[in-house]
Every structure is written in structure tokens, then in C-alpha cells.
């Protein structure tokens, strides 16, 4: 391929992307800053918002009951920014392992957590988590007892899901940015369980 | 039943109850359907009303959706579901569905 | 494929889960950030974006990457809204692409 220094040409969809935008600024429906404000909004979601909200859960157990009953209000107390977020905490039990999909197309927390991995959005695990739980979580290194009921939810709607994981043993007297720092986003899609060290 | 979002669009009454059987109707007509094609046909239980919003089928019509309908989560016991399931019996599949989808089991 | 659409995957077989990720490039982001500030406007609804993603040829909706489809599908969702027009576009797309070179 002829060597074109920094320039690489514009894909056929980065193009659409470049040609869309430009004319939606002439037709001032946005502004670039606007753009560029809302891409720095997004860069900001990350999956450590969610772990601050499971960690304070883990913590204050009048903080989990109400995370329950209304995710978003118990995101609002903690001052985390989440417009339009209709917010449902699916808590763990030893009984009961929550994990989170959307068949239809991929649905996610976004606003809480950031943009969700590719995998979340792939056919493989799109077409196989409701159907076969046990298999996809055995290939991310979790396996369920059969004594445990699996409880897959698959976001159709509105609501969007975070799993409140089981608070491991070992993390007694732990702060909570400590109890957050072993919460990982895989664990609030489902997927795996927090670990200590 | 009390919601567990509220909103203020003009909704359709509530029908079903937390607890109920209903079945999701077994249909398949043309539009953006959110109502997934494994689950139809299927029965389950009410679990909770979500609250009421706008139908998404219409919306994707450029159409205002209103009046809002009851959206519902509806649990499904697995091996009811996939005759092939293999996984525990107590496993199960929750699924939100709107009202104009399910009817009496 | 009429019946049940393509993207109407749950209980189909499928493959093994491969764990990707990646880095989103500015460009997505970018789509990301019309489509936000778009909807916050109500000039498009999600439904909308989704049904247009949904009427992607099934070929187009298994190869295209999320971004790819998503730019596509807004696209389609303002020109059905009358938002901007195939012809502005199009012109709009040579200007660029000359511009590019």
C-alpha cells in the first residue's frame, strides 16, 4: 500500500460519519463543541461509577435495600450523573446468580457505565445467554452450581440492569474505594463474580 | 400494583397482577417488535410492573406511542422454554413485556 | 427471515463467546455522541434506530461493525424524518471525499 504518511483515507461509513455531522452543524441542529462535549461525557462513564454504587451497597446495608427498590434514585444520592436512566439492581444471593443480556440488540447502563464490550454485543452471546447460561458463563471461567438458580434477564425495555454481586469473604473492615476497587464490570453484566486479591 | 418507575403519559389501565400466569401471545406480524420471538407462545408469571411507557412499535413509526402501555417483567421457568434445557429446574428468564402482548394463562 | 427477523437471534445457536474488546476510535464516538444529543432533542427515538438497524440486510447485519451500522441507521432515521435529504447528502459526501484527498 502506497505509504500516505499520517493521512489515511476516510472509510465509506467515516465518510457518512464526517458528511452527517457537517451537515447537521450547517443546518445548526448541533455545534461541534456540543459534539466534542458529549464525546468527553461519554469518556467519563466508566464501569468504576457502578463500583462505587456496589461498593456503598456492600457497606451500608440501608443503602443496598434502597439501591433495590430504585436503582436510579440510589445512583441520584450519590450524586452520579445518569439522565434518563430507569436503573434495577438484581442482587446475587447464595441462591440466586443474576446476569444480564439483550437478545434484541444491546441494550446496557451506558449511562452509568460507560459504552458495554463488544462481546456483550455479539451474536454468540446474544443468541446463547438465554438459552444456554451455564455454558456462557463456563466459558468465562464461572461455573454455577446446580443448587444456585440462574436468573438471566433480558433487557427488552426501558429498564436497564446492574447486577449487585455477593460481597466476597476476606473484604471484612475494608474501606469502600477499597471494596470498589474488586468490582469489576464484568461482575455487574453477570459474568463473573468479584475476587479478593 | 405500584409501579417501579412512575411516569405521567396517559396510560391504559393495568390488567394483570404480581403473580399472575399469562401467556405472550404466539404471533408474528411485520414492525420493531420488542417482544422476543423465543418467548412467544410461552407462559409465565408476573413479577413486578415496571410502570408505563409509550409503545416502542409506534414510536418507530414516528408515531407518539401513546396511550402509554403497562410494560411488565414476566419470569419464565427455563426448562418450560428450551425443551433441551440443561441447567437447573429452578433456573429462569425474565423478560420485559408490554401488556398489549400477554393475555390470561 | 420475514417471520422472525434476523436480528432476532435469542436461542439460536451460536459459537463460543470471544471475550473482544476494543478501544473506540474517535469516529464512533463521534456517532455515539449525534445520536445522544439527537434523541436528547427528540429528533430521533431509539426506536427508530433500532427498527432501521433492524431492516439492514442480514449480510450487512452480521459483517458491519456496531458503529458502522449505527451511522447507517441514523442516517436513514433524518432522512426519514426529512431532517436532510438524499441529494444533500450525496453532495455533501463528494465535498468531503474531494476534500479528503
Redesign the interface.
Known amino acids: 500500500m502506497k505509504d500516505q504518511g499520517k493521512?489515511q483515507?476516510?472509510t465509506y461509513?467515516?465518510?457518512?460519519?464526517?458528511?452527517?455531522?457537517?451537515?447537521?452543524v450547517e443546518?445548526g441542529?448541533?455545534t461541534d463543541e456540543?459534539?466534542?462535549a458529549?464525546?468527553a461525557a461519554?469518556?467519563a462513564r466508566q464501569p468504576e461509577r457502578g463500583a462505587r454504587v456496589v461498593a456503598k451497597a456492600w457497606a451500608d446495608e440501608a443503602f443496598r435495600q434502597r439501591l433495590l427498590k430504585?436503582g436510579?434514585a440510589a445512583c441520584e444520592e450519590l450524586g452520579l450523573e445518569i439522565?434518563g436512566l430507569?436503573l434495577?439492581a438484581v442482587e446475587n444471593t447464595p441462591q440466586v446468580h443474576n446476569a444480564i443480556v439483550c437478545?434484541?440488540?444491546?441494550c446496557y447502563p451506558r449511562v452509568l457505565l460507560g459504552?458495554p464490550?463488544?462481546?456483550y454485543?455479539?451474536?454468540?452471546?446474544?443468541?446463547?445467554m438465554?438459552?444456554?447460561?451455564?455454558?456462557?458463563l463456563a466459558?468465562?471461567g464461572l461455573r454455577i452450581p446446580?443448587?444456585?438458580?440462574?436468573?438471566?434477564?433480558?433487557?427488552?425495555?426501558?429498564?436497564r440492569y446492574i447486577v449487585l454481586p455477593m460481597r466476597p469473604q476476606g473484604t471484612e473492615g475494608w474501606d469502600e474505594a477499597r471494596l470498589a476497587a474488586i468490582v469489576t464490570r464484568d461482575a455487574m453484566i453477570g459474568v463473573a463474580v468479584p475476587k479478593v486479591g | 400494583m405500584k409501579p417501579q418507575f412512575a411516569t405521567d403519559y396517559p396510560a391504559v389501565s393495568t390488567r394483570f397482577k404480581v403473580g399472575q400466569r399469562v401467556r405472550v401471545r404466539k404471533t408474528a406480524p411485520l414492525g420493531h417488535i420488542r417482544t422476543p420471538f423465543y418467548i412467544r407462545g410461552h407462559v409465565g408469571e408476573i413479577e413486578r410492573l415496571c410502570g408505563s411507557f409509550p409503545n416502542p412499535e409506534e414510536l418507530a413509526q414516528m408515531r407518539d406511542g401513546l396511550p402509554a402501555q403497562p410494560l411488565y417483567r414476566v419470569r419464565f421457568k427455563q426448562k418450560e422454554v428450551w425443551p433441551d434445557y440443561r441447567g437447573a429446574d429452578s433456573d429462569v428468564v425474565e423478560i420485559e413485556i408490554f401488556q398489549h402482548w400477554l393475555e390470561r394463562a | 427471515m420475514i417471520e422472525r427477523s434476523h436480528h432476532d437471534m435469542g436461542g439460536l445457536p451460536a459459537g463460543k463467546v470471544e471475550p473482544t474488546e476494543h478501544d473506540y476510535p474517535d469516529w464512533e464516538r463521534r456517532v455515539d455522541a449525534m445520536v445522544q444529543l439527537l434523541r436528547g432533542r427528540g429528533r430521533i427515538t431509539v426506536d427508530e434506530l433500532r427498527k432501521n438497524i433492524e431492516a439492514l440486510p442480514p449480510e450487512a447485519y452480521d459483517k458491519l461493525s456496531y458503529y458502522e451500522k449505527w451511522i447507517t441507521s441514523l442516517t436513514q432515521t433524518l432522512l426519514q424524518r426529512g431532517v436532510i435529504t438524499t441529494e444533500e447528502l450525496g453532495r455533501k459526501m463528494q465535498e468531503v471525499e474531494k476534500r479528503k484527498r
Open positions: 493521512y483515507p476516510l461509513f467515516q465518510l457518512m460519519e464526517t458528511s452527517l455531522r457537517e451537515l447537521l443546518k441542529l448541533v456540543q459534539v466534542n458529549e464525546v461519554m469518556r430504585n436510579t439522565p430507569r434495577v437478545t434484541l440488540c444491546s459504552i464490550p463488544d462481546w454485543k455479539s451474536r454468540n452471546y446474544r443468541s446463547r438465554v438459552r444456554e447460561p451455564r455454558a456462557v466459558e468465562f446446580e443448587s444456585v438458580q440462574i436468573r438471566v434477564h433480558d433487557s427488552t425495555a426501558d429498564m
